[in-house]
């Protein structure tokens, strides 16, 4: 992919004059965030290591930075409780979660929020995959709290609308996320 990017990077950016803010994949680290198209409850990571089969699904982006940011969001309860209402049930398999869907989830670009909470996300997201990653079954859930709470933040929630989300994610079992 390097190699592919490095050869034809003046024909893909002209290729991507046309999409605004659009950038030429992350392909220094190879990282992506991935997810199953076919879950009970969204759990989007963040790997590089790894080819996708076809029940996967994966976005890039040009910065690592920027790639926390978004998986910050993406595993947030506000998402969750935002894609419960425009999602598919996918019979007893649970929800179909397809790209058609996580493009339309409200996720405000990151010029466009207080730096110093932008940096906060970025820095909850890597304290929560650093901990995953020495013990998969650590319990990050004060950090994902944390983060959430940063999220309701930006998305100026009250206290009743933040209270129906965390009451639904609390009844339907929600536990820990996974962010690895």
Same mark, same amino acid.
């Given at each position: 992919?390097?190699?592919?990017?490095?050869?034809?990077?003046?024909?893909?950016?002209?290729?991507?004059?046309?999409?605004?803010?659009? $950038?030429?994949?992350?392909?220094?680290?190879?990282?992506?965030?991935?997810?199953?198209?076919?879950?009970?409850?969204?759990?989007?990571?963040?790997?590089?290591?790894?080819?996708?089969?076809?029940?996967?699904?994966?976005?890039?982006?040009?910065?690592?930075?920027?790639?926390?940011?978004?998986?910050?969001?993406?595993?947030?309860?506000?998402?969750?409780?935002?894609? $419960?209402?425009?999602?598919?049930?996918?019979?007893?398999?649970?929800?179909?979660?397809?790209?058609?869907?996580?493009?339309?989830?409200?996720?405000?670009?990151?010029?466009?929020?207080?730096?110093?909470?932008?940096?906060?996300?970025?820095?909850?997201?890597?304290?929560?995959? $650093?901990?995953?990653?020495?013990?998969?079954?650590?319990?990050?859930?004060?950090?994902?709290?944390?983060?959430?709470?940063?999220?309701?933040?930006?998305?100026?929630?009250?206290?009743?609308?933040?209270?129906?989300?965390?009451?639904?994610?609390?009844?339907?079992?929600?536990?820990?996320?996974?962010?690895?």
């Amino acid at each position: 992919m390097k190699i592919l990017c490095e050869n034809f990077e003046s024909g893909l950016g002209e290729a991507f004059r046309f999409c605004e803010g659009l $950038k030429l994949p992350c392909v220094e680290k190879g990282a992506k965030i991935s997810w199953q198209r076919v879950t009970q409850k969204p759990s989007f990571v963040l790997e590089s290591d790894y080819y996708l089969l076809d029940s996967m699904a994966f976005l890039t982006h040009y910065s690592l930075k920027e790639l926390h940011y978004l998986l910050g969001f993406l595993n947030s309860k506000a998402i969750f409780y935002y894609f $419960k209402n425009i999602g598919h049930l996918y019979s007893d398999k649970g929800f179909l979660l397809s790209n058609q869907y996580v493009e339309r989830f409200p996720i405000p670009q990151s010029t466009k929020i207080d730096k110093q909470i932008h940096q906060e996300i970025i820095d909850y997201v890597k304290e929560i995959l $650093k901990c995953k990653k020495q013990d998969s079954s650590s319990d990050t859930s004060k950090l994902e709290s944390r983060l959430d709470s940063l999220i309701y933040q930006i998305y100026d929630l009250n206290d009743d609308e933040i209270n129906l989300i965390e009451s639904e994610f609390a009844s339907s079992g929600g536990g820990g996320r996974n962010n690895e």
